[in-house]
C-alpha cells in the first residue's frame, strides 16, 4: 500500500509493504544509497538515520511505523556543512567510508541533544560498528565539536 | 566507456589536449600498446606507471591499486607528484580500469628487488597457484599484502614522476632555447632565474609529449621532498561523509533485478534440491537460480530477495565439513603438534641436546579459532550479461584483473567482452581478493540475459562462507640455562600460511627448531589482514613472555637482550616502552587489577610493537585502555594514513583477541552475524597511540603491521594484571561470577 514519507524535505510516495524496512525503502525503492546496510539486525549502525530527529536502525524499522519526517546522511546538510560532517573531514575520520553515513547520523542526534558528550556517553549511546577501526578519530572529532 | 577511457589514458596528446605519459619499464604482455602509446623504447622496462597533464595543468594520476580505505592511492599519488614538482592542488587521482595495462608488475618487481623470497600470501588465493611463478603474476592488479607504497611507489611511482618532470625541463629548455641546467621547476611550473620566465607544464605537453622519458630520471633525496612526508588530506574523504562515495553496493542500473543467496551451510555441500513453488507467489520474485553449492532468488528488490530465499525449501546434500565440531577440531590438531614437525621452518644447533641441558624448560600449547573477516560491505556484485556476448560489471575488488577473469569464465566469454568496473570497498581485510561473489552474479546474470543482476550477500551468508583465517595450535618448549638465557627454542604448529617465514622469531636463541604439521580443517581458508601474523604473533610473543617470566625477567628487558645484533627491532621495542611508560606503575583503580603487556612483530617489511594498558575487573572482564604503537616503516608517504592504518590494524586485531571466533558445530559455523560475533566498538575501543620510526630503511608497509602484535601483548597484560597466562584466542578469564541458580 502506498506510505508518504518525508525524506530530507521531499515527500516521497511509495508503494510497498508496511514491514519492509526503511533501510530497502530508502535504497532499493527510492535509491537513496548513502544509508548502508551493514548487518539486518540492528547490530550494527550502518544503516542509521533520523526520524522524527532521532537516530534510529533502518534495517529493522518497518516503513508502516514511520510517522516523522526522515533525514539521511544525504539530507542531512545541502553542501557537507553540517558541524559532525565537518569535524569528520577535518580530522579525516572515514577509512574505507562503509560505516560513517551511519557513524555520522548517530554522532549528529546526540549531539543534538548533548553538545559536549563525554567520552563515556558517547561510547554508550554510539555503539557503531566501524571495522577499519576509526575509533580514535571519531572520539578527536566529537570532541574537537565541543571545543567549537 | 573504457574503450574510449582507455583512449584517453594511451593517447599521447589526446583530444581533450592532455599529455599522457605512461611510464613503462617490463616487457608485460601489452607491451606494444604501452610502446606505442609511450613512445620509447620499452626493451630495458621494468615499471609502469600512468600520468595525464592537460593544457589547463591539470594533473590526473593514475594509480592501480583499490580504494578500501587504506589511503594508499593518496600516498601514491603523493609519491609522483613530488617527484614531478606538481602543485598538488591541481592534482586528482584516477584508479586504473581494470585492462591488462594497467596490471602492476612493479609490486612483482618490488618482491623480487626488495629481497623477499616469497610472494606474500595475501596474494596467493585469488591464483590458487600452489608453487607461484612470478611470471605468472606479472600481469596481475593486485592491493593486498601492504604493498602499493613500498613496491608499485617506490618501483614506479616515483620514477615516473621524475621523468615527467625532465621532459618538462627538457621542453621549456627547447621552447625559450636555454640549457635545461638553468631551469627549475616548481609548482608545475618551469622556472628560468636568469630571465625570471617562467610556464606552467600545460603548455608545454605538445613538446613534453614528444620526448623520451628517461629510464633512469634522478630521483630527490628526503631532504627534497615537499609532498612526501607531508599529511596530505585523502580526496577521497569529503564524498565519505555526505553519502555520495560510490561502493560496489550501491550501483544501480535501469531494470535491474537484485539477487540473495544461500549457501550450503556445510562446506562443499551440494544443492540436491529445491521447491521453487513454495516461493514463485512471494511478493517480487522473480525466479529461482541453481549455483554451485548454493542456490539464489532473483527479487524486484534486496528484501524481497533476502526473504524468498531464506524462505526457500532447500536440501543440500554432501559436503567435506560433514559432522565436524570444534572441539574434536581442536582435539585432532593438538594430537598433530605432539609429534615433531613434517616440514621445518628452521633448523639451527640442536635443541633437543640443548633441552636435555637446559636448567629449566618451559612447555605451553596455544590455539586460536577461524575468523572471519566481517568487513562493514557485505559481499556483492553487479553484472548485465548481454545478448551480444559482452558483459559490464561493477564491484568492489582487491582484483579488478581478477573480477574481471571471473566474470568472463562465468559467462563462458573472453575477457576482453567484459568491461569491469571497480567500486569502492567498504572494507578489504583480504576477502576482497577472492571472486566468489562476482563469479555468483555473473551466473546468474547469464541465466537472465539483457537484465542487470545486483547480487546482495546477508550478512549471515557474508559470515558463514567467508574465507577464513585458519583455527590452529602451536606447541612450544623452551629451554634456559642456569641463568635464565634462553638456549632452545622448539615450535611444531599446524596448518602452515603465508608469509611463510611468519612464524620466525628475531631472537638471538642458538639453538632453534620450528616447524609444521599437515593438520588442516575441511573449511575455506583465505588471507585475513596480516595473514599468518596474525596467527604466530599470538603464538611466538606469547611464548617468549612465558619465557621471560620463567627467567624471572622483565619481559621488555629479556626481548631486547636477545636482540642484541638487532638496532631497529631494539629501537622499535625502546620506543613503545618508553612512550608507555614502561616500569614506572600503572595508576591504580580501585577493583580493577592492572598491568602492561609488550609484544614485538615483523611483518611486511615493518618492525612493530604494542604495549597494551588494561584492566581486569570484578567480574573478570578485560577492558584494553591504553595502547602504545611504535613502528619503524622506514619512512613514511603520509604521516596521517600512517597513524590511521595503525590503529585500525590494531583495532582489528583487537576485535580478534577479545571477541573473534567462528566455531564449526556439525559441520556448520555457529556464529551468524555482529550479534554472535562480536566486535570492537568505541566502548572497548582503547586510545591509540603511534610512534613511526623513519629509520630510512626499505619503506615497509602499514595496512597489515598493526594487527598481530596487538593479542599477545593484552595476553601478556593479563598474566601481568593476574598471573594467569590465556593461552587461546579470544582471551577470556573464568568468570569470578558464581553460576546463576535458575530462576522458576
Ligand atoms: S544494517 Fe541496520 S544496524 Fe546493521
Ligand atoms: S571506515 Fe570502514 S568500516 Fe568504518
Known amino acids: 500500500m502506498p506510505y508518504h514519507l518525508t525524506i530530507n524535505g521531499t515527500l516521497h510516495d511509495v508503494d510497498v509493504e508496511g514491514e519492509m524496512p526503511l533501510l530497502w525503502v530508502l535504497r532499493d525503492v527510492i535509491g537513496l544509497t548513502g544509508t548502508k546496510f551493514g548487518c539486518g539486525i540492528a547490530a550494527c549502525g550502518a544503516c542509521t538515520v533520523h526520524v522524527n530527529g532521532e537516530a534510529v536502525r533502518s534495517c529493522t524499522l518497518p516503513v508502516a511505523s514511520i510517522t516523522g519526517p526522515i533525514t539521511t546522511i544525504e539530507g542531512l546538510s545541502v553542501d557537507s556543512s553540517h558541524p559532525v560532517q565537518k569535524a569528520w573531514i577535518e580530522k579525516q575520520v572515514p577509512q574505507c567510508g562503509y560505516c560513517q553515513s551511519g557513524m555520522i547520523m548517530a554522532v549528529a542526534a546526540l549531539v543534538a541533544h548533548n553538545p559536549k558528550p563525554s567520552e563515556a556517553e558517547l561510547a554508550t549511546t554510539v555503539t557503531n560498528v566501524c571495522r577499519c577501526g576509526t575509533y580514535d578519530r571519531v572520539r578527536e572529532a566529537v570532541a574537537s565539536l565541543a571545543s567549537v | 566507456m573504457t574503450v574510449s577511457r582507455r583512449k584517453a589514458i594511451l593517447g599521447t596528446v589526446a583530444a581533450g589536449g592532455a599529455l599522457i605519459l605512461g611510464y613503462s619499464l617490463w616487457p608485460y604482455p601489452q607491451r606494444e600498446k604501452a610502446r606505442a602509446v609511450l613512445g620509447h623504447s620499452a626493451d630495458n622496462a621494468l615499471i609502469t606507471t600512468w600520468l595525464k597533464v592537460a593544457r589547463d595543468n591539470k594533473t590526473t594520476i593514475i594509480v592501480n591499486h583499490a580504494d578500501m580505505g587504506q589511503g594508499s592511492q593518496t600516498g601514491l599519488a603523493q609519491m609522483l607528484a613530488d617527484e614531478l614538482d606538481a602543485d598538488w592542488n591541481l592534482v586528482s587521482i584516477l ?196 549455483l554451485d553449492g548454493a542456490v539464489a532468488v532473483v527479487a524486484d528488490n534486496t528484501w524481497h530477495a533476502m526473504n524468498a530465499v531464506r524462505a526457500l525449501p532447500v536440501t543440500f546434500k554432501g559436503g567435506e565439513s560433514t559432522g565436524l565440531s570444534a572441539d574434536a577440531m581442536y582435539a585432532g590438531f593438538e594430537k598433530a603438534v605432539a609429534a615433531m614437525p613434517d616440514s621445518d621452518d628452521r633448523k639451527q644447533g640442536d635443541v633437543e641436546a640443548a633441552l636435555k641441558g637446559a636448567t629449566t624448560v618451559v612447555e605451553a600449547t596455544y590455539r586460536l579459532p577461524f575468523l572471519a573477516h566481517a568487513a562493514m560491505e557485505p559481499l556483492n556484485c553487479t553484472v548485465i550479461a548481454h545478448e551480444d556476448g559482452t558483459a559490464e560489471a561493477w564491484a568492489g575488488s582487491q582484483v579488478p584483473l581478477g573480477a574481471r577473469g571471473a566474470v568472463a569464465k562465468a559467462l563462458g566469454i573472453s575477457a576482453s567482452k567484459v568491461t569491469y568496473h571497480n567500486l569502492r570497498m567498504g572494507g578489504g581485510f583480504g576477502r576482497r581478493l577472492e571472486t566468489d561473489s562476482i563469479t555468483q552474479a555473473a551466473r546468474i546474470a547469464g541465466e537472465m540475459k539483457g537484465t542487470p543482476i545486483k547480487l546482495t550477500w546477508s550478512r549471515e551468508e557474508d559470515m558463514q562462507h567467508d574465507k577464513f583465517r585458519p583455527a590452529g595450535v602451536s606447541r612450544f618448549r623452551g629451554g634456559l640455562d642456569k641463568d635464565g638465557n634462553p638456549v632452545a627454542w622448539f615450535n611444531c604448529y599446524n596448518w602452515k600460511d603465508m608469509p611463510a617465514d611468519a612464524c620466525l622469531v628475531p631472537y638471538g636463541i642458538a639453538h632453534q627448531h620450528i616447524g609444521s604439521v599437515d593438520a588442516k580443517a575441511p573449511v575455506p581458508a583465505g588471507s585475513w589482514r596480516s595473514v599468518a601474523h596474525s596467527r604466530h604473533g599470538f603464538f611466538t610473543e606469547s611464548f617468549v613472555d612465558e619465557m621471560a617470566h620463567a627467567a624471572k625477567m622483565d619481559p621488555y628487558a629479556f626481548r631486547k637482550k636477545l636482540l642484541a645484533d638487532l638496532p631497529r627491532h631494539r629501537a622499535v621495542l625502546d620506543r613503545a616502552a618508553t612512550e608507555a611508560g614502561w616500569g614506572l606503575e600503572l595508576q591504580p583503580i580501585t577493583g580493577l587489577r592492572r598491568g602492561r603487556g609488550i609484544a614485538l612483530q615483523e611483518a611486511f617489511g615493518s618492525i612493530t610493537a604494542h604495549v597494551a594498558e588494561i584492566s581486569v575487573d570484578e567480574d573478570n572482564k578485560i577492558h584494553v585502555d591504553r595502547v602504545v604503537v611504535a613502528c619503524d616503516c622506514g619512512d613514511i608517504i603520509n604521516p596521517d594514513s600512517a597513524q590511521m592504518q595503525l590503529q585500525g590494524g590494531t583495532n582489528y586485531g583487537l576485535s580478534a583477541a577479545l571477541y573473534g571466533a567462528i566455531e564449526l558445530k556439525d559441520g556448520k559455523v555457529a556464529q551468524s552475524n555482529f550479534d554472535n560475533y562480536e566486535v570492537v566498538r568505541l566502548a572497548d575501543a582503547p586510545h591509540i597511540e603511534t610512534h613511526i620510526i623513519r629509520s630510512g630503511a626499505p619503506l615497509g608497509g602499514l595496512g597489515e603491521p598493526g594487527t598481530p602484535g596487538i593479542a599477545p601483548a593484552v595476553a601478556n597484560a593479563v598474566f601481568a594484571a593476574t598471573g594467569q597466562r590465556l593461552r587461546a584466542l579470544p582471551l577470556k578469564l573464568e568468570s569470578n561470577r558464581a553460576p546463576q541458580t535458575a530462576r522458576l
Open chain 2, 95 to 290: 584508479e586504473a580500469p581494470a585492462e591488462e595495462p594497467f596490471a602492476n608488475g612493479d609490486m612483482i618487481k618490488g618482491l623480487l628487488l626488495g629481497g623477499e623470497l616469497n610472494i606474500p600470501a595475501i596474494l596467493l588465493p585469488p591464483l590458487g597457484y600452489l608453487a607461484p611463478k612470478v611470471s605468472r603474476l606479472i600481469g596481475l592488479q593486485i592491493t593486498g599484502g601492504s604493498s602499493s607504497i613500498r613496491y608499485t611507489g617506490v618501483a614506479a611511482m616515483r620514477p615516473a614522476g621524475a621523468a615527467a618532470r625532465e621532459m618538462f625541463v627538457s621542453a621549456a629548455a627547447l621552447n625559450w632555447n636555454v640549457p635545461a641546467s638553468q631551469l627549475t621547476t616548481k609548482l608545475s611550473h618551469v622556472h628560468h632565474a636568469a630571465s625570471g620566465r617562467s610556464i606552467p607544464y600545460g603548455d608545454l605537453i605538445e613538446i613534453a609529449s614528444k620526448l623520451t622519458p628517461s629510464d633512469s630520471p634522478r630521483l630527490k633525496t628526503p631532504d627534497q621532498f615537499t609532498v612526501m612526508g607531508q599529511p596530505i588530506p585523502r580526496p577521497d574523504i569529503p564524498e565519505k561523509v555526505n553519502g555520495t562515495a560510490q561502493f560496489g553496493i550501491d550501483k544501480r542500473l535501469e531494470g535491474m533485478k537484485y539477487a540473495a543467496i544461500k549457501h550450503s551451510p556445510i562446506f562443499g555441500g551440494e544443492v540436491e534440491s529445491f521447491d521453487e513453488a513454495a516461493i514463485k507467489n512471494m511478493p517480487g520474485v522473480v525466479r529461482v537460480v541453481k
